[in-house]
């Protein structure tokens, strides 16, 4: 299993058992991070697809080049990778799937198959407000919220998910920097801060860094600064239930 960060790789692995890696360590120039895989497997899924460049998609099938590579995710809907091209589909096989697993709403839904139209309609742009505004919902201001460190808040950028840190600073969450053999990088701790493993303290996230993620409680999503309906279809399609979602707004 290949995944896009060593947090998702890990889960799926205590998921589904399966052995994983990341993105990175398949197509890194570093034979000692690549060769093992190419020696001691046949088949890579590759998840998340839309968060990996299509430079890179064929610099992975260049190097496994006698594989089995399955590659899975929610093209055109998701956020596009950082850096590099979108992933594009090309003359690969494609067979699609339309349960949406994650989702057990049907209000969820609803609004989540509305969004995935606009973005079909070429509506991509379209400003957040309305899109909330036309999915029954609103915004309320981030100092009347109440967060819990089980919770999950999304912003759009760097900026808003440092501010949030700030505020929540007394608060004990926190977001480990490596990998070790009891932590993972990109792993979330609530409660002390563990000794043996380099760590930060985080209440925030960016919604590019939740990509794949699954939220079991609120989901506060801060609208400022969010600019496609992509990214608000991907930070919304984080959770299972309507009644998670609570948007904000910081002043």
Not at 182 to 199: A, F, Q, R, T
Request: aromatic letters at 10%; a positive charge.
């Amino acid at each position: 299993f290949v995944a896009p960060s060593w947090k998702l790789a890990r889960n799926k692995k205590k998921e589904y058992g399966a052995n994983s890696t990341t993105f990175f360590h398949t197509i890194d120039k570093d034979p000692d991070k690549w060769r093992p895989l190419y020696n001691k497997y046949s088949v890579l899924v590759v998840d998340e697809i839309s968060m990996l460049s299509d430079e890179a998609k064929q610099d992975m099938i260049n190097r496994f080049d006698k594989h089995k590579i399955i590659f899975c995710g929610d093209l055109g809907y998701q956020l596009p990778p950082i850096d590099g091209e979108e992933f594009k589909i090309n003359k690969l096989p494609v067979f699609k799937h339309t349960t949406n697993y994650r989702c057990k709403c049907d209000k969820l839904e609803k609004r989540l198959l509305w969004l995935r139209s606009m973005i079909e309609k070429g509506m991509d742009n379209a400003p957040i407000d309305k899109m909330i505004t036309a999915m029954k919902m609103e915004a309320v201001s981030s100092d009347t919220i109440d967060y819990s460190v089980e919770d999950l808040i999304l912003c759009a950028t760097h900026e808003k998910k440092d501010t949030y840190t700030e505020k929540y600073k007394h608060l004990e969450k926190y977001s480990v920097k490596e990998n070790t053999r009891d932590y993972c990088n990109g792993e979330i701790i609530i409660g002390p801060k563990p000794k043996k493993v380099s760590c930060e303290l985080r209440h925030a996230f960016t919604i590019h860094a939740a990509q794949g993620e699954t939220c079991s409680h609120k989901l506060f999503i801060e609208v400022n600064k969010m600019k496609s309906v992509k990214m608000l279809y991907t930070a919304m399609s984080r959770c299972k239930y309507l009644d998670q979602i609570v948007f904000i707004r910081s002043d």
